[in-house]
């Protein structure tokens, strides 16, 4: 680790960051009676970086969507940068959505857009400006390394380069939150490291970052604050923790 980097590091945990994301006593329990949240109390400040580790069918999932209000709550509060997302209207989820960087599994590209587009469009549903869509645009897109290929589609792309194209449409917003749900999941070892260089790039830049993951190698070797999650508790939570799981 850098020298740099454990200095921020000691920076965040003496409290010189302000507090992105605060979970207080949040219980989940789906209509079919299973409890996935069992009393989380978690809080994460800005310009970190946290692995969400844990078995599957532990809480994972819910612990992730519950901070970008793809689930809510059944009780408890959420607040992501200033906003309570256990008490926030329906109406008012998409302005919250521009404050915080999905990334998914499966990329989630539209396509019949090409690379350009499907980033540009996080900016167009917002009626930004064409002048600064394209900087935009054209700055995230140098950042992953696809500013030559702007004009394909996903179809003629690999699954490491999907994948950069969903994370430059993530940051395009410039949030300050990114949470990713398994980013390398479907993507080979070179490939997963290559997309973990870009999440240790963008967190330098001072975006908070929440990343669920199965993979063993990266935790360990990228070492950030682990949260695990278990039965629907966190069970574990350390800066510099292990993976702590068999894969």
Avoid: C
């Avoid at 959420?78 to 309570?84: A, P």
């Avoid at 395009?172 to 070892?189: F, H, R, S, W, Y």
């Amino acid at each position: 680790m850098l020298l740099s980097e454990k200095i921020r590091q000691l920076v965040i945990a003496i409290g010189g960051y302000k507090l992105m994301i605060s979970m207080k006593n949040v219980y989940k329990k789906y209509p079919n009676g299973i409890v996935a949240a069992n009393g989380f109390n978690v809080e994460i400040k800005q310009g970190e970086f946290v692995y969400v580790v844990g078995p599957s069918g532990a809480g994972k999932s819910t612990f992730i969507k519950m901070m970008y209000r793809e689930e809510r709550p059944t009780s408890g509060d959420i607040i992501v940068n200033g906003i309570n997302l256990a008490t926030l209207k329906s109406k008012r989820v998409p302005y919250l959505r521009r404050q915080i960087g999905v990334v998914f599994q499966d990329f989630k590209l539209l396509p019949r857009l090409n690379v350009y587009e499907n980033v540009a469009f996080a900016l167009e549903v917002i009626e930004e400006s064409p002048k600064v869509i394209r900087k935009r645009v054209m700055e995230v897109l140098d950042l992953v390394g696809l500013k030559h290929k702007a004009r394909m589609f996903p179809t003629e792309l690999s699954g490491g380069e999907q994948q950069r194209v969903s994370i430059a449409r993530s940051i395009v917003n410039i949030p300050k939150v990114m949470i990713a749900d398994e980013p390398t999941g479907n993507l080979d070892p070179e490939t997963s490291w290559d997309i973990m260089n870009l999440f240790e790039e963008i967190n330098r830049r001072g975006t908070t970052i929440i990343m669920a993951t199965h993979n063993k190698e990266i935790v360990n070797t990228n070492t950030h604050r682990v949260i695990a999650v278990e039965g629907g508790l966190v069970v574990r939570d350390e800066v510099g923790g292990a993976y702590g799981y068999e894969s």
